[in-house]
């Protein structure tokens, strides 16, 4: 356990900044004589910043799950991630591998929850993508319980982007596959915790609620996604030909392969669009699709005059992955390459009215009906070089203007962070030498006067010398430095945060 205080060192933080800002992330890559292959395999370490009356305190902790447990207690690496497959030490009897190997044939996935963290009803989990998450104790980060999903629905696998609505409802979706000899996308809603304040109250998730399914389009191969889009009547599902082959993962213990290595892109196969009306749980009657690419992260979706319009962070690739491999990193080596991440605008008709069907005048994505009836749509290429987007969440669903990226230009790790204006175009940065900030964070000013009255904030790693990381507040409006804390302990590189105001 590390907790550390440090007050503001530089600037003035406003008074109404009352919350904590956690982060996840991978923290530990070594354990014993054996290390992990992949940066997103670490074992997690959560960070939290917490603003109060003009200060800032920092606590981290390690998550403190079964995967942690079991690999400090055998000082090794015995629990397998994505990245990294783990096998027994060679001292090991042959009963004992032969366990391991049944556990690997049909996995029982990682609790090393270390992506990002979900709300549930009142309750905090850590989240990565498997059917594990695990509670936390938002102010101490204190590991608590182990949930599975699969408790209360059939999925093995579930995004870490879910999205929330006015009244505090989550809606998440997870792939169940060859459940009953189908497999499918599966929407789910965990309604806001309504049993009241007692300390008593059952967790919300107990009351999930399945919504609807999407039909694979095949059974072993389902599609790889990371989030998903919401608008107040629609889901949008992008099922994307970026596959996870079950039959070679489960083989992929005795071929010695890590199971990324059964993840594929097929680069000639098109990108499905699924719309989903919210209140019905049907697709629309019409069918969209595009070219082929690879999404991880949605922006926001919206709906005007009869379209859905939705953007994304798109690749024209898979290489993304193989850029965060250690010796990757380490190396920084130039014959790794990863295709340029673009801010794609997508606009979809929700009826069919002619050939030219997109009437928006304020975009250039277009839509085209093809022999079969089906639409291709190509989209309108906004901006490049960006990940990690965030907006003001209460703009969520809605037509909105501003986007806040970190830059993402020759290497995976981003330099530079920018608010992008998707009217104008315009781009403002911060920067600093030496300097590598995490996902940019948007705070909403009480009762403020437009979209982006409020703040971002960003952990910041720093590497000059003598120098700490610091936790960074801009004004979202100029996007200038408004104070900057100091936190005298090392930052680590992290992948996504929520905010919880201190109301909450």
């Known amino acids: 356990q590390d907790i550390l205080f440090q007050y503001d060192s530089k600037g003035n933080l406003p008074n109404w900044l009352q919350g904590t800002l956690l982060r996840n992330g991978p923290g530990i890559f070594t354990v014993g004589e054996t290390t ?37 207690a055998a000082n090794r690496i015995v629990v397998s991630e994505m990245g990294t497959m783990a096998y027994p030490d060679p001292g090991k009897n042959i009963i ?26 009142k309750d905090y989990y850590a989240t990565s993508e498997t059917n594990y998450i695990r509670k936390i104790d938002p102010m101490t980060l204190e ?44 929407f789910f809603k965990v309604p806001a915790d309504s049993a009241g304040e007692t300390a008593k109250a059952s967790p919300a998730i107990k009351s999930l609620e399945v919504i609807c399914s999407v039909p694979c389009r095949s059974l072993l191969s389902p599609s790889y996604y990371h989030s998903f889009g919401m608008t107040d009547n629609y889901f949008i599902f992008i099922e994307q030909p970026f596959k996870l082959d079950i039959l070679k993962m489960a083989t992929a213990y005795m071929r010695r392969v890590n199971w990324a290595s059964c993840l594929k892109f097929f680069p000639k196969e098109n990108t499905l669009i699924h719309v989903i009306d919210k209140k019905t749980g049907k697709e629309v009657d019409i069918k969209y699709y595009t070219n082929a690419m690879v999404v991880y992260h949605h922006v926001n979706a919206f709906e005007e005059d009869g379209h859905v319009i939705f953007d994304v962070i798109a690749y024209e690739d898979h290489s993304l992955y193989n850029m965060f491999y250690l010796n990757v990193l380490k190396e920084q080596s130039t014959s790794f390459t990863m295709c340029v991440p673009k801010c794609k605008r997508f606009a979809l008709p929700t009826l069919d009215v002619g050939e030219d069907l997109v009437k928006l005048k304020y975009t250039t994505a277009s839509a085209v009906k093809d022999k079969d009836g089906k639409l291709l749509c190509q989209p309108e290429v906004l901006c490049e070089s960006v990940e990690l987007p965030r907006i003001n969440y209460d703009f969520n669903g809605r037509k909105y203007r501003f986007v806040y990226m970190t830059c993402v230009a020759m290497s995976a790790v981003a330099t530079e962070i920018m608010k992008f204006d998707t009217e104008t175009k315009e781009i403002t940065k911060w920067r600093e030498d030496n300097c590598w900030p995490s996902e940019p964070v948007f705070i909403p000013r009480p009762n403020g006067e437009g979209e982006d009255d409020g703040l971002v904030l960003t952990s910041v790693i720093n590497s000059s010398p003598g120098e700490s990381g610091f936790i960074l507040v801009l004004d979202a409006k100029s996007f200038k430095e408004v104070a900057r804390a100091y936190v005298n302990s090392e930052l680590y590189m992290d992948m996504h945060g929520y905010f919880i105001p201190k109301a909450n």
């Open 143 to 186: 590991t608590q319980d182990k949930v599975d999903y699969q408790k209360y629905i059939a999925v093995n696998l579930a995004t870490s982007h879910p999205h929330y609505d006015k009244e505090g409802n989550t809606y998440n979706m997870g792939t169940s596959i060859a459940e009953k000899g189908k497999t499918k996308y599966i």
């Open 36 to 72: 992990y292959n992949h940066w997103f395999d670490g074992m997690a370490l959560m960070q939290s910043f917490t603003f109060q009356d003009g200060e800032v305190i920092y606590r981290s902790r390690y998550l403190r799950g079964d995967t942690y447990k079991d690999n400090m």
């Open 96 to 121: 004992s591998k032969a366990i391991t190997f049944l556990n690997h044939t049909v996995p029982d996935f990682t609790d090393n929850c270390g992506n990002n963290f979900i709300r549930y009803g």
